[in-house]
Every structure is written in C-alpha cells, then in structure tokens.
C-alpha cells in the first residue's frame, strides 16, 4: 500500500495536532503530524494517509462501456496502518463481561457475549444478506448499456428494499438520545439493606450502558433545547438487567401515570401547524400546565439552568420515584436514587444555548463522544436516600408523590459506588436507537413502590418497545441482552433468535426433565405490602400541596440562578399568545414567590394576579426552608478545565512561544485547545515557524468554546485585529461569563469590545486576566476557567 511521508514536525505543530485530534467537526489544512505520541493524534495521521493512498477512484474508468460491463473488476482496496483507522471508536479497547473484545478482521469471532454480533469488512469483499459475492456495486443490471432495469436484479431489490426500511419508529418521547458503555463499581458491600448484585461487594464490577436524551423534541431536534434530560441506566448484572430510566431532574410535572398522555400532547408541537418543536414555549404546554398547579415545582426546576446543561457529563441524574431495597430476609428500605457528575453541574447561558444549536445541534452528542474518544472518561456517583416507611409517614409530604422531593437535610445521600463511562457505541442504530430501556426491568433486591406515576410507567415502557422494535423479542437485539443466561418457555414471534433445543415448551414437564424450573427464593420475590384498601380513584390529601417545594427550589437558588428562573418565565410565556394562560400562571407563581411573580409580570407587562386558590385548606409546614444542595453551584465538581474546549486565536506574526506555552499547560490541565484563525490553514508566527489553524471565525462561533486566548503578536496581529468578528467573540464571551486571557497590549483590544476588568460592583473580575508573561498568566486562567463568572451578568447586560 502506498503511504504517506512522514511530514516534518516541530513542537508546537505535534501539540497543535494532539489539540485538533480531539474534535470531529473542524480541522486543519495540513492534517495531523506524526510522531505525538498520543494515541488520537496518531490515529488522525493514520487516517489521513489511508485516505491519501486513495487519491482518486481508479476503477471509476472501468465502469462504462459493453466490454466492462462483462468483466466487472475488483474493486480497490488499501491496507491502513493500524486497526485503529478502521476502529468506529478508540474506546473499543475497554472491554466487559458485555461488550467482550473488538471485533476481529474480517469475519466476526466466535466468543464474547457482543463479539458474534460485531463485523469488520477489511479485506473481505462484497456479498449479499445471503454471502453471494457482488460482482458490481455501481450498476443495475440492464437488457443492454441503454436498455430498461430488469426486474431479476435481486442485488438491487435486496439494497433497495433494506435501504426502505433502515429506520424504525422514533420514541414518543426521550427521542433524541446519545449513548455510551462503561461500568458501575460497587464501593462496599450492601448486603445489610439490599441483596441488588451490583452491591453484594466492594469492588464489584457491573458493565452499564447509559443513554442521555432530550424529552420533548423529535429525533432530528436540537441538543441544546431548553428541556427535561432523561438519564437512563442499564446494569447488565449477573442476575439479569436492571433498567433505572430517569432524567436530570428529581421531581416531574404529574402524580399520576393517567395524566402523561396529556403532558405530552400538550409540550409536542401544536398539532394544526406542528410548531414548535423541542420546545415548551407555546400556549398548549402553559394551558395545560396553568391548569395543573401540581407541576409547579417541576416548573421551577424546567425554567432553572438545569434544563439546558453544559454537557450530559455535567449534569445530575435521578430516579425521581421512590423505590425499595430488599435484603436476602425479605426486609424492605425505602430509597432514592441520585446520580452525581465528578465534573461538576455547570450550564449554558440561554442565549448561547439558542446560539449553538444553529451552529451545532449536534452539541451534546459530539461532547460525549469526543470526550470518550480522548480518554476523559465520564464519571458519576450513586448515592442513596435511605429511610423507613415510619419516616416517611412523618414527612409533610408524600413521598409517593413524584412532584416532590427529599431534601437532603432530612436524608442525607449516602454514596454507594460509581459509573465510568468509558467506550463509545460501534453502531449508532444498533445501540443507541435500539436500545430498550424498561421501568419494569428489576432484579431480585429492587422493588417498586405504590407511586401512581410509576405504575403507569412499568406497562408503558414495554408496551412501546412492541411497537419500536418489532414484536416481543427486542429482548434478543444484542445491546439489550443480559450477560445472565436465559431460559424459559417463551417461543417464537417476530425477529426470534434463539433456537431452542428439544420439543419442551411448557412447565410443568417430565419430557424435559422438569426443565427449566422456577428458582424459588433465589428468584425475583415482590416486596409482600400489606393492602387493605377500596378500589378508587384518588389521590391521598397529602398530594394536594403544591407549592411549598416550588418555594423551597426558588429560594435556594443562587441570585444569578433566580435571575435565570425569572428570565426563562418571562421567554417562555412571551411565547404565549393567549393573555388569560398568562394570568392563570402568573396567578400560580404568586403562590411560590411573590419577587419571581412580580419579576415575571413586569416583563410580560401585565400586573401580578390574585393568588391560585390552592387546592388544600391548611398547608402543611415544610420541614426545611432552604436547601444549598439544590442550587447548581453547590456541586463544582473537581474537574476544573477537563475536557473544556479553548480557542486561541492565531494570525501571521503571533507570538508562536506564547501559542505554545498556553496550549501545552491547557492540555496538561486535560482541556481541549484549538488554534483559531481568519480561515483553517497555516500561519506563520513571529520566529518563522509555521502553525496550522485547525478552525476559524467564519466555520465555529464563540459559543462552541469555553473560553478564549488572544495572543500577542506583531501589531496586535493585523489580520484579526481588523476583523470585527474578533470584537464579536470576545464580546460573547464576556457576555456568556466565560473566563477570558488577554497577553500583551491588552487595554486598546478589551477597550475596543468595551469589556470591563471589573465587576459591577466595582470589584476586580477574576474571569478576564490580562497579563504580559504567559506562563505566569495561564495559571491564573486555569484557575479561573472551570466555571462560568455569573457576578458579571446584568440585565440587561452591559457589553
């Protein structure tokens, strides 16, 4: 095979290429170099030579004429460098008693639970579903060069009839969805209170694969809309799989499974125009919601920052239902579950999230993946909240109610292990748009509770898996398959896969030598809840309280976080264009703060309404008045500027020794810099040496970064000081709160975007730090750049 000759590097050009190789969306004129030393570097250089040894299509002149079509050619083929260029993800090498190893060249293996099922086509040729070599891949097969199609081209009917039925139903809901495998790490036993197998040890390895969604929107929707985040987790445990589908929020809109189907026509698009979509800004959602005051507190949390998360790896995880934990006695403890990111809980700003989902609504998606592909592995931590039955009663609310929460003053959230995230899907379709996950998938050691929101879900969630994936057996695609093994009488149906042995289908049987039999006490025992109820409709009085956790989420927010909640509300019902809905929410906001619903009016310009009556006659008192827990900014994370993307702006006559210290010291602190030009290609610093800008002003805005550098340079570097998008994007960052680092002669650019080095407040900004010796500066930047400097915000905003 031809290969590429190896191109002259220098330092900073082999710390460029480790910076531009961690991205899949932009990169630069000349490619990566060779010689990093880093794996996903390398991999680039690889890649781009086996492209190289393909300049152009070679048998394309071999596809006309009579003679040709007779003789169809072999088509051309080169060998890559390394198996990583043909590898879906770099990831691949992180294996579990689930994924097993990579797949092998050419046919599948043998061995492994997901191996039989991974394919490599390298240097294997072409065949039909049915192994028939395909002679020609370009042509139908015709009476003549010019003559009609035949209809016994059953190569053709076989591509085109497959290529018709790729896709299968999206979700209803939870449509758009990123995925990824990795492994939850027990940290000590838990025999005392759950025998769950995940927990029976410390140490404990169970092989997870975690699918992150958007709820509202279709499955070509935006990331970044502003939305509930569905965070589901399925453990593929030794005593088969545990399925825990929650979001990123603790609490929902509705206490009853009853009321879903209206939830969600009421938050789709309008069904006359179908408009919006993924988007909650619209008169159905706040007609539906006005009305429904006990979705006041998931209100709070929807228009709070958590609705449009930084990254899926810096956003919480719940539950939101209470479930049990069984002990191998039968004894039951009452639990929550709580998901903790290491990063930290962090958020876009919403006019930088309305920003990036034109510029990239793949925004989410590509983080995660590229995250992984770099080796900064996601990682989260499971917590408890563990209490009795007897506790619960003593609560001033239901903790059967998927409206409210525990605050954690009253039950503090104990840590039992971790979730790493570590290897990337081969196959897109095969797992993440595949991948069934169920509220009634439980093991022996976890059971449900009488919450009437659950219920509903237990039947839903399997009930639309029917639909999606073709029949009762989407327990058979392989990335829902348990590592456990299965046996039981089930037979047949659409898509089956097993092939089962003898003529026993039924129990009991003496044919089959009783085979399989039930497991007893070692099997799967519901939880024995006493029940001496009437059958009715209703809920308990305790539900009828509204508003007290909608109080208690507001007030424990941070000032910025309230400006945020008030700022979304007014967005929100601005959309709306029917005035008595507006009324009708402000009139239930009244009743959680009278400042957010005087702040809301007053944008709306509208006064503030009497009071929703409220739907209990003595509200109860809540047993905590603030919670810092639930406040973002209480949970930072130990990440700094990990996986944080930073563009460093770059023109003819940079200071290249200044370009190099930031970006080495950004990619030891595990941040992700780019060199940023006037347009992709190289530029010349001022010591002569050549640097390749990898994006540029005109192909990623601002928004895509956390974080900016602008160099010094000869004549402030001409070319972007004369570009009045280099003002653009230091005005959004400034604006965004995101940290910023000037060197040089910083006082003419900060004053030409007119951005202050101080706070409102007169107080020095530690997010924009000037200075004239990168390596000192830079530490301070670090410092400063993990987090968004919201003390500079003001509305409306000065810069």
Not at 34 to 48: F, L, Y
Not at 111 to 140: C, E, F, I, K, Y
């Amino acid at each position: 095979m031809a290969r590429r000759k190896p191109s002259s590097s220098t330092p900073a050009s082999r710390t460029a290429g480790r910076a531009a190789a961690r991205n899949t969306d932009s990169g630069s004129a000349r490619g990566v170099p060779k010689g990093t030393g880093d794996r996903i570097a390398e991999r680039a250089a690889d890649v781009e030579a086996t492209a190289e040894a393909m300049p152009f299509n070679a048998n394309k002149p071999l596809e006309y004429g009579y003679d040709n079509a007779h003789a169809p050619q072999e088509g051309e083929g080169v060998e890559a460098p390394s198996d990583d260029v043909t590898a879906s993800s770099l990831s691949e090498v992180n294996t579990s008693d689930k994924l097993g190893t990579r797949a092998g060249n050419g046919d599948p293996v043998a061995v492994g639970p997901l191996d039989p099922v991974r394919t490599d086509a390298t240097a294997r040729r072409m065949t039909t579903n049915q192994g028939v070599p395909v002679s020609d891949n370009q042509h139908s097969l015709k009476a003549g060069l010019r003559g009609p199609a035949l209809l016994k081209d059953f190569i053709l009917r076989e591509k085109i009839t497959h290529f018709d039925h790729e896709r299968i139903p999206e979700r209803i809901v939870h449509a758009r969805g990123s995925g990824a495998h990795g492994f939850f790490e027990c940290y000590a036993p838990l025999t005392d209170i759950t025998r769950a197998a995940p927990f029976q040890a410390k140490g404990k390895i169970t092989p997870v694969f975690v699918r992150f969604s958007t709820v509202a929107g279709e499955r070509g929707s935006k990331d970044t809309a502003r939305d509930v985040r569905g965070f589901a987790v399925k453990f593929y445990t030794d005593e088969g799989n545990w399925d825990l589908v929650g979001n990123n929020m603790p609490v929902f809109f509705i206490q009853d499974a009853m009321k879903f189907p209206d939830l969600v026509h009421a938050v789709k698009p309008e069904p006359h125009h179908q408009m919006p979509q993924a988007a909650s800004a619209h008169d159905t959602f706040w007609d539906f919601v006005s009305l429904m005051p006990e979705s006041t507190h998931m209100l709070m949390w929807l228009m709070s920052d958590r609705a449009i998360p930084r990254s899926y790896r810096m956003m919480q995880g719940f539950g939101v239902h209470t479930f049990r934990f069984v002990n191998a006695q039968g004894e039951a403890t009452l639990c929550k579950f709580h998901w903790t990111p290491k990063l930290g809980t962090h958020a876009l700003a919403w006019e930088e999230a309305v920003k990036i989902s034109g510029a990239d609504p793949d925004f989410h998606r590509r983080d995660l993946w590229e995250a992984i592909e770099a080796g900064e592995y996601p990682e989260y931590e499971l917590g408890v909240q563990l209490f009795t039955e007897e506790e619960a009663e003593r609560y001033s609310f239901d903790i059967l109610d998927s409206t409210k929460l525990i605050p954690e003053e009253l039950v503090p959230v104990q840590p039992i292990g971790r979730m790493v995230l570590n290897r990337n899907p081969d196959n897109f379709f095969a797992e993440t748009e595949q991948v069934a996950f169920c509220t009634a998938h439980v093991i022996p050691g976890i059971d449900f509770t009488n919450d009437p929101l659950l219920a509903g879900r237990i039947h839903s969630y399997v009930d639309t898996q029917l639909t999606r994936l073709g029949g009762p057996n989407f327990h058979e695609i392989p990335i829902n398959a348990p590592i456990a093994p299965v046996h039981n009488n089930q037979r047949d149906g659409l898509h089956r896969q097993a092939i089962h042995r003898g003529r026993v289908s039924y129990e009991p049987n003496s044919l089959g030598g009783g085979c399989p039999f039930q497991a007893g006490s070692a099997g799967f025992v519901s939880f024995p809840e006493p029940v001496t109820q009437d059958e009715l409709r209703g809920h308990p009085e305790k539900f009828a309280e509204h508003y007290n956790q909608a109080t208690l989420f507001f007030d424990s927010q941070s000032p910025a976080e309230q400006a945020h909640i008030a700022g979304a509300f007014r967005f929100e019902l601005s959309k709306v264009t029917v005035p008595a809905v507006r009324a009708r929410m402000l009139a239930g906001l009244a009743n959680v703060s009278a400042d957010l619903a005087a702040q809301v009016a007053d944008g709306l310009g509208m006064e503030v309404p009497e009071p929703l009556p409220r739907a209990i006659a003595k509200v109860p008192q809540s047993e905590v008045d603030a919670s810092p827990a639930l406040s973002m900014l209480a949970r930072p994370g130990d990440g700094g500027v990990r996986s944080r993307k930073f563009a460093i702006l770059v023109a003819d006559g940079v200071n290249g020794q200044t370009v190099e210290t930031v970006q080495r010291a950004l990619l030891d602190a595990g941040a992700v810099p780019r060199l940023m030009g006037v347009r992709i290609g190289p530029c010349v610093t001022d010591r002569g040496d050549t640097l390749d800008a990898d994006v540029s002003l005109e192909n990623e805005p601002g928004v895509l970064f956390d974080g900016m550098i602008v160099p010094d340079g000869a004549d402030r570097m001409g070319e972007l000081r004369m570009d009045a998008r280099t003002l653009d994007y230091l005005k959004e960052q400034y604006r965004h709160c995101k940290a910023l680092l000037i060197l040089g002669d910083s006082d003419a650019l900060l004053d030409a975007a007119r951005i202050p080095a101080t706070l409102p407040d007169g107080g020095q900004d530690p997010g924009v730090v000037v200075g004239g010796n990168a390596s000192k500066a830079i530490d301070a930047y670090i410092a400063a750049a993990g987090r968004r400097h919201w003390e500079r915000e003001t509305d409306p905003p000065r810069v």
